[in-house]
């Protein structure tokens, strides 16, 4: 059984296909729609290039019993509890993903995690509308492209002094005059206190007016469920590196599963596309009894203010090197590398090629030449 009909869910049910499983498969998820991928929600959906993200995926051929609406409620060894009845199972994919978080008050608040909350925010965009994003990380950036796009004006109320401060550090003070070009009004530094009717209570007390607030503040995981369960959770579903968890026979994958990361020698959780579609196929393998490590370097990317960012690796405490200037150059990077030169992540800016040649040094870890990477006309490989 599979609980979780977002990507890792529908791509669990592929792996265990592909790998000849021949027994039954039920997948449920507690939305009514067909499996469907989220990174379009905040990019072509919200922009208005498309209605529609279903996963390319024929549940019909996959011979999976599709249960949409159904929301499981507890787990105990060998059944799943839903709002359907009980489920028996031998073998468990859990996929159950993550949930924004929202803030205080009680004024309208809307979040961006499902089809149907990108359709509605791309309804009440329109030109003049106030729109209030809370946060500058990755969606509250992109939803501040599309709300400009659609000529709304935009304030954004970030607490860290930089955007993308989580994800990037200092580096993301390099995005502010994106915000600035756009003509977005970006309050760095600035904690909500609540959201209520008409915008924003600021910390201070001061107010920001607006006719539709956004908050893009993070998520957590979907795994309220299982509590009471004797699964081991911290901070999502824990696992070890072969994404198994502490029950026999139930593996983790996606934005819920915290796994073990032989190649980081810490636990991780990651939010990132590229985990829900690869982690899968390690998991059902270890779910079928063999010992299929997960270790991947993490990799995401942002489309905004007509950027390409695409980030891979983890730079905890690394010596950060610039690839460009990006105060004159509009395609600019950043590499980080450990004490004995090796790549460790690697940020680019609308320069793929970097993205793609880092991710293979940060794999094969061997040292760079550093002056050479600081070289932005010097291929990363070459370095
Ligand atoms: P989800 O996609 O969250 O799917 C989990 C499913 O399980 C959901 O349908 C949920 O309703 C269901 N569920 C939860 N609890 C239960 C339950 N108890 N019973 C049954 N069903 C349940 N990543 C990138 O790398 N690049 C991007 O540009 C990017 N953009 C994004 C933009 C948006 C707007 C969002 C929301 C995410 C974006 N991501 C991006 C992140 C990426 O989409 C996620 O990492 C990915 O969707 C995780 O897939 P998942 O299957 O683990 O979880």
Redesign the pocket.
């Known amino acids: 059984m599979v609980?979780?009909?977002?990507?890792?869910?529908v791509r669990s049910v592929e792996a265990l296909r592909a790998r000849g499983f021949a027994g039954t498969i039920t997948l449920?998820?507690?939305?009514r729609h067909r499996p469907y991928?989220?990174?379009p929600?905040?990019?072509a959906v919200l922009l208005g290039g498309t209605d529609s993200t279903v996963v390319d995926s024929d549940l019909g051929a996959l011979e999976v019993s599709f249960r949409p609406g159904?929301?499981?409620?507890g787990l105990r060894p060998g059944v799943v509890e839903?709002t359907e009845g009980e489920l028996p199972y031998d073998g468990l994919v859990i996929?159950?993903?993550?949930?924004p978080v929202r803030l205080l008050g009680d004024g309208p608040q809307h979040v961006?995690?499902?089809i149907d909350d990108?359709l509605g925010l791309r309804a009440l965009f329109a030109p003049g509308v106030k729109v209030a994003v809370v946060g500058a990380g990755?969606?509250g950036a992109?939803v501040t492209t599309a709300a400009r796009r659609a000529g709304c004006e935009v304030t954004v109320v970030e607490a860290a002094d930089v955007p993308l401060a989580a994800a990037l550090g200092p580096v993301g003070a390099w995005t502010v005059p994106w915000y600035e070009q756009a003509g977005v009004d970006l309050r760095l530094g600035t904690a909500v206190a609540s959201v209520d009717h008409g915008g924003l209570t600021l910390a201070g007390g001061s107010a920001v007016e607006a006719d539709v607030v956004v908050t893009g503040v993070g998520v957590r995981p979907?795994v309220e469920?299982l509590a009471g369960s004797g699964i081991g959770l911290d901070d999502g579903v824990v696992t070890d590196e072969h994404l198994r968890t502490s029950l026999p026979g139930v593996v983790a994958?996606?934005?819920?599963a915290a796994w073990w990361s032989r190649r980081y020698g810490r636990r991780l959780r990651v939010?990132?596309?590229?985990?829900?579609l690869n982690a899968p196929e390690v998991a059902v393998a270890s779910l079928m009894g063999e010992e299929a490590v997960y270790d991947p370097v993490p990799?995401?990317?942002?489309?905004q203010f007509g950027h390409m960012v695409q980030y891979a690796g983890r730079h905890d405490g690394g010596r950060m090197v610039m690839r460009g200037d990006p105060g004159a150059d509009p395609k600019w990077g950043a590499c980080w590398v450990d004490d004995r030169d090796r790549l460790v992540a690697v940020l680019s800016v609308d320069r793929p090629r970097d993205l793609v040649q880092g991710r293979r040094l940060i794999e094969g870890g061997r040292p760079l030449d550093v002056e050479r990477l600081a070289d932005p006309a010097v291929a990363l490989r070459d370095c």
């Not at 449920?28 to 939305?31: A, R, T």
């Open positions: 609980v979780g009909a977002g990507l890792a869910g449920i998820g507690e939305e991928d989220r990174p929600l905040s990019k159904a929301a499981a409620k839903t996929a159950t993903g993550a949930r961006l995690r499902t990108a990755w969606i992109e979907a469920w994958v996606g934005d819920c939010e990132h596309w590229d985990n829900a990799y995401f990317w942002s489309e």
